[in-house]
């Protein structure tokens, strides 16, 4: 009836009497029973205690986990596990076997726990290990599987970075991924088929759009704040430039060195400062020094009295008394020679002439406006020009500047040359495609304004039909021509130009002349007059320097020891 009868205790332990010292502890109860003194019964409270009796007396077995939930009464730090069991007796064989007691065991070593945390980490080792295995079988399979399928990605990846699309080679290693190279091949082809058609459409619309007729009213329309220049035309930021300059050198009364290429308008620059000058209502005589020798320039500036040699018949004012009251303009002034120099130096110091063969002096009253193409600095320090007459002639510098430097002006020029033209030529309506308009501005122009307007007129004197195509302007000068200053790399969009051979390009003077100065190596200007069949010495003059700004030869020293040799 639950009561506690004895302990058990330790084999070596033979003699001593039985108790309940270690059973009891933790619970309350009754202790001793008539002739059981050790014996001890549990209070009802205790419900865990209890419960296993009443477990035991319907002949079942159990195993309690033993908790301060489950049992607050009892102390059970140590006590974790509550086994128990019935303990049976049959009185005769064969009979029934009637429950006498039971038989508690109370673990407070907690081995039952022990066995079974190492029984799970058993468990959880075993299925660790399982997992990283079968992980490592799944990856190497996937692996093996998925390789093909890797390298035709990459293969992918290595044509799309290609400018070309081509089709992906590779060996076949299973039919899906054949079959997937293949929709792959296929959809590149579609690409790369789709990718022409519309490149052609491209260049079809491309070459339709160049062969239209540009509007140029529409493209170079601008305000012009100096709407009095009338012959010089740009909307530039070094045109506006020179314009100011124009206007600032034209309120003084000074000398100015006007310093250009050839064909950028030098002259054109002088005769505006004249007209806008106070001296507008004098003349603007305008003189060549460079198609001149030396005593035919010196005769035509300063001028002689009747008799001063044989040939002069009557007096000649010269170029500085003709121009007196107006503006006298020099161009080529880098040419002159010592001689010629050491005149002008005398006239501009003390601004009075002296004709030849006449004894008195003349003072003059003419602003001088010089111009060169030459680094008149370098010819100074070469010896070849006066210091002196430098500073003299650069109280004010103005430079002209070239057309390749503002190519935003070449619409505007090209329809004024137009205009021009086709008035002159009676072939009104005229116009520019797009292609010829590109390729206006594409040429790096090396004899600027000039050479653009000879294309222009030329192009209208030959042009059949209403809109003059890109195939219609053919240039002095081809691209492969050209001196290496004047080169530059032609836009991809405008393709090659047509090859034309160099000596199409040069006149019948120039043609014959210059297989016979490559064989003497160095000729002057006297020699050229004399291969070219006794032309003018200015004719000779221009033909050398279209020659020299061609390439064809090259120009060195200065006035009269000057020498061109083949470049």
């Known amino acids: 009836h639950g009561w506690i009868l004895f302990q058990s205790e330790n084999l070596e332990s033979v003699d001593k009497l039985l108790s309940t010292d270690n059973a009891r502890v933790g619970f309350e109860g009754d202790h001793g029973k008539f002739g059981l003194d050790q014996a001890f019964r549990p209070f009802a409270e205790h419900s865990v205690y209890w419960d296993a009796v009443a477990t035991v007396q319907k002949g079942e077995r159990g195993l309690f986990n033993v908790d301060s939930r489950y049992e ?34 109370a673990d407070r070593s907690r081995l039952i726990l022990s066995a079974e945390i190492r029984q799970f980490n058993a468990l959880f080792a075993v299925v660790a290990v399982a ?19 890797r390298e035709l990605t990459q293969a992918v990846d290595d044509s799309l970075a290609r400018p070309d699309l081509r089709e992906i080679s590779l ?11 293949l929709a792959v091949n296929r959809l590149i082809m579609s690409l790369k088929t789709q990718h022409n058609e519309l490149r052609l459409k491209d260049e079809f619309l491309k ?8 509007a140029l009213e529409f493209d170079v329309r601008g305000e012009d704040e100096h709407e009095k220049f009338v012959d010089i035309l740009g909307l530039s930021p070094a045109m506006k430039a020179l314009k100011n300059q124009i206007v600032k050198a034209a309120a003084v009364d000074a000398d100015v060195l006007v310093i250009g290429e050839t064909g950028t308008g030098k002259e054109l620059t002088a005769n505006a400062i004249h007209h806008q000058s ?64 050491l ?33 008149l600095e370098g010819s100074v320090r070469d010896g070849s020009f006066r210091e002196d ?62 050479e653009l307007k000879n294309c222009i007129t030329r192009a209208v004197a030959m042009a059949e039909e209403q809109v003059i195509q890109a195939e219609d302007l053919v240039f002095e000068m081809q691209p492969g021509d050209l001196p290496l200053e004047f080169r530059r790399e032609r836009p991809a969009g405008l393709g090659p130009a047509a090859p034309q051979a160099a000596g199409e390009t040069l006149n019948a003077r120039q043609r014959a002349a210059l297989p016979r100065i490559r064989e003497r190596g160095r000729i002057s200007r006297a020699d050229y007059e004399a291969l070219a069949g006794g032309v003018a010495p200015r004719t000779a003059q221009a033909d050398l320097q279209d020659l020299v700004a061609r390439g064809f030869l090259r120009k060195e020293g200065k006035g009269p020891a000057t020498r061109y040799v083949p470049a």
């Not at 060996?171 to 190279?181: A, G, N, Q």
């Not at 005149?343 to 001088?368: H, K, W, Y």
């Open 72 to 105: 607050p009464t009892l102390d059970l730090a140590d006590q974790t596990f509550l086994g128990f069991a019935p303990v049976r007796f049959t009185e005769r064989p064969g009979g029934p076997a009637r429950i006498l007691g039971g038989i508690v065991f």
């Open 278 to 341: 106070m001296r507008r209502t004098g003349p603007f005589v305008s003189i060549n020094c460079g198609s001149l020798d030396e005593n035919l320039l010196m005769d035509t500036l300063f001028g002689h009295v009747k008799g001063a040699f044989t040939e002069a018949k009557n007096d000649r004012k010269g170029a500085f008394l003709a121009a007196d009251g107006g503006t006298l303009f020099l161009d080529e002034i880098g040419t002159a020679s010592p001689r010629v120099q």
């Open 389 to 450: 007459l430098l500073y003299r002639l650069k109280v004010i510098t103005i430079h002209t500047p070239a057309l390749r430097n503002r190519p935003i002006d070449i619409p505007l020029l090209a329809n004024y040359f137009l205009n021009e033209a086709s008035a002159a030529m009676n072939k009104a309506g005229l116009g520019f495609s797009r292609g010829a308009l590109e390729k206006l501005k594409d040429s790096p122009w090396p004899g600027n304004v000039r």
């Open 171 to 181: 060996p076949d290693t299973d039919r899906e991924t054949t079959h997937l190279r």
């Open 131 to 149: 997992m990283v295995l079968v992980s490592g079988v799944i990856y190497l399979l996937c692996r093996g599987i998925m390789q093909p399928v």
């Open 343 to 375: 005149a002008l130096l005398r006239a501009l110091s003390s601004r009075v002439i002296q004709p030849l063969g006449c004894d008195m002096e003349i003072p003059f009253n003419t602003r001088i406006i010089a111009a060169t193409n030459a680094d």
């Open 207 to 214: 070459s339709v759009r160049q062969r239209e007729k540009v």
